[in-house]
């Protein structure tokens, strides 16, 4: 079972630790094939590459379906990936969240290939999802790799969505990445959507982050390559 167990032998109530860990020394052409593969049988949710100035910084974070899965992945700390030993270490969930927003952000700056909104600049990056800038699109990270449409339909009962712009990310290969993109009616839905972060699809509880059409249409390409 990857899912977390809350309850400690004392029968009191222990709030599980977030189930992240990073990485550092990774090869610099690695992708999260390669992570997958670096944690094959352990049940990965996200994978995160750092960027620095647009280019891989050899760092990544990798989130679990739960706290055991972590305690088994420290355990390949050191272990190599092509000619490189990399190093796996524990880390709090704020450090996840901000290398999040930074992604997020940077991103922007790519935005002009699709003459969509000018990039931000380099120094609004924020740390807090409320802080960050919303359009009436959200992405979705940490889905079971099987959920279909529906779920998400089900999961968005109580807000105006647009049924027929919900885009489910996959990689090349097909397989389902655990994101998907969501376009509400309005910016103002979507922040009120915000409600449901962190509440469960099946088996897992899903986090919600503001996105933008370019993202979402970017995702979409990938997923069709």
């Known amino acids: ?10 029968g009191g109530y222990q709030p599980p630790s977030f189930p992240v860990v990073r990485l550092r020394g ?17 049940d990965i949710v996200d994978v995160l ?19 055991m899965q972590v305690e088994f992945a420290l355990q390949r700390d050191r272990q190599n990936m ?11 969930r704020q450090d996840y969240y901000h290398a999040v927003a930074a ?34 699109i959200l992405k979705l990270r940490g889905l079971p790799f099987s959920v279909k449409k529906p779920e998400i339909v089900e999961f968005f009962a109580d807000f105006k969505i647009v049924e027929d712009r919900i885009h489910i990310a996959c990689r090349p290969d097909g397989k389902a990445t655990g ?10 839905e979507a922040k009120r959507a915000m409600c449901k972060d962190k509440m469960m ?3 897992r509880y899903v986090e919600l982050f503001p996105s933008t059409p370019d993202e979402a249409r970017r995702a979409e390409s990938r997923s069709r390559q």
């Open 1 to 10: 079972m990857g899912g977390y167990q809350p309850y400690g032998y004392g």
């Open 26 to 42: 990774l090869p610099f052409n690695c992708t999260d094939i390669d992570i997958f593969k670096f944690f094959a049988g352990l």
């Open 49 to 67: 590459l750092v960027n620095k100035n647009g280019r891989f910084s050899g760092e990544a974070f990798v989130l679990f379906a739960g706290s």
């Open 82 to 92: 092509g000619r490189r030993y990399v190093e796996v270490f524990r880390c709090k």
């Open 103 to 136: 992604e997020v952000n940077y991103e922007g700056i790519y935005d002009n290939d699709f003459h969509g909104s000018p990039p931000p600049s380099r120094a609004k990056r924020f740390n807090d999802k409320d802080q960050m800038e919303y359009t009436e």
């Open 179 to 188: 994101e998907a993109y969501v376009e509400f009616a309005s910016v103002e």
């Open 201 to 203: 699809i099946g088996s």
